[in-house]
């Protein structure tokens, strides 16, 4: 059964940077697509970006590039989630999500709990 | 980016009664060299993160009952529940894989 653990609730300022891990259990790790997905609070779903670990290269939102990086470790089989230059409108659950296989990549059967991070001066 | 439009925003209905939810996207989500439609649907109830339950517009995620239906193609879509339940309550969404990754706005379902 797969399983995504991500890390505790993050609190941060204005203008520093969070970094949320998401540690998968059960299946292949590396040939997955994992995708990062956020929610401000009443708001709806956002894509932020996805890796597909086996080969190493992230995709990202067009509104999220240049502030946000993706990245996995194989050896752990976790992915993580960094966004920079914090403002208050990044305060949101942060979800990682597995994809589907081959072309059902951007299809997310599984879930982590979410991340809480609040950006509050 | 291709824009995800959800219709309506909020929809009341009674206990056994059908539920209608519409999507529609800016450009055809269908990729004619496999003729499929790369639309998936998602509940998700208060807490919790999304389920998927339909993927490539009309197939159904093992483990969703039988009473959720995907239907459409190209631009055009809907989700049905043949006959709500009360744990059918939450907000449902559409999502296109077609380009990147896009999300409907939402639409949120509530027992009349």
């Known amino acids: 059964q797969v399983q995504l653990v991500q890390s505790g609730a993050e609190v941060k300022k204005p203008g520093s940077s969070v970094k949320v891990s998401c540690k998968a259990s059960g299946g292949t790790f590396s040939s997955y697509a994992i995708s990062w997905v956020r929610q401000a609070p009443g708001q709806g779903l956002e894509w932020m970006g996805g890796?597909?670990?086996?080969?190493?290269?992230?995709n990202y939102a067009q509104k999220f590039q240049g502030r946000v990086t993706i990245t996995t470790d194989e050896s752990t089989s976790t992915a993580y989630m960094e966004l920079s230059s914090l403002r208050s409108e990044d305060t949101a659950v942060y979800y990682c999500?597995?994809?589907?296989?081959?072309?059902?990549?951007?299809?997310?059967?599984?879930w982590g709990q979410g991340t809480l991070v609040t950006v509050s001066s | 980016d291709i824009v995800m439009t959800q219709s309506p925003d909020s929809l009341a209905v009674s206990l056994g009664e059908r539920a209608t939810i519409n999507c529609k996207s800016s450009?055809?989500?269908?990729?004619?060299?496999?003729?499929?439609?790369?639309l998936a649907w998602y509940q998700q109830k208060p807490g919790q993160p999304p389920k998927l339950l339909i993927y490539?517009?009309?197939t159904r995620e093992s483990g969703v009952p039988d009473r959720f239906s995907g239907s459409g193609s190209g631009t055009d879509f809907t989700l049905t529940i043949s006959s709500l339940q009360a744990e059918d309550v939450a907000v449902y969404y559409c999502q296109q894989y077609y380009s990147s990754i896009t999300f409907g706005q939402g639409t949120r379902l509530e027992i009349k």
């Open positions: 890796i597909i670990p086996i080969f190493g290269t992230a």
């Open positions: 999500a597995r994809g589907g296989e081959g072309a059902a990549a951007g299809t997310h059967g599984y």
């Open positions: 490539w517009a009309s």
């Open positions: 450009q055809s989500v269908l990729y004619s060299s496999n003729n499929k439609n790369y």
